[in-house]
């Protein structure tokens, strides 16, 4: 898997301490030597709602095929 800068990926898992869940999506805005990856996720309006360093299998590349969903903010 090769994954770009502003790639959009999916979490693997729930990061509860940061009200992320499992399927959100996010960007990369930077690459590691260590194939991490500095992740934003972002709300609708455009407000940065959590920016992490995941590692492999923390996240997944999307699919073309992928449908995208949406959830509230206040469903975390």
């Not at 999506?25 to 920016?51: D, M, P, R, S």
């Given at each position: 898997?090769?994954?770009?800068?502003?790639?959009?990926?999916?979490?693997?898992?729930?990061?509860?301490?940061?009200?992320?869940?499992?399927?959100?999506?996010?960007?990369?805005?930077?690459?590691?030597?260590?194939?991490?990856?500095?992740?934003?996720?972002?709300?609708a309006g455009?407000?940065?709602?959590?920016?992490?360093?995941?590692?492999?299998?923390?996240?997944s590349p999307?699919?073309?095929?992928?449908?995208?969903?949406?959830?509230?903010?206040?469903?975390?």
């Amino acid at each position: 898997m090769t994954i770009k800068l502003l790639d959009v990926v999916m979490l693997e898992a729930d990061i509860p301490s940061y009200g992320l869940k499992r399927g959100d999506i996010g960007a990369v805005v930077e690459l590691y030597q260590n194939e991490a990856v500095e992740v934003e996720f972002v709300t609708a309006g455009g407000f940065t709602k959590a920016l992490l360093t995941l590692s492999p299998g923390q996240f997944s590349p999307l699919d073309p095929q992928d449908m995208l969903a949406v959830r509230r903010r206040d469903a975390a």
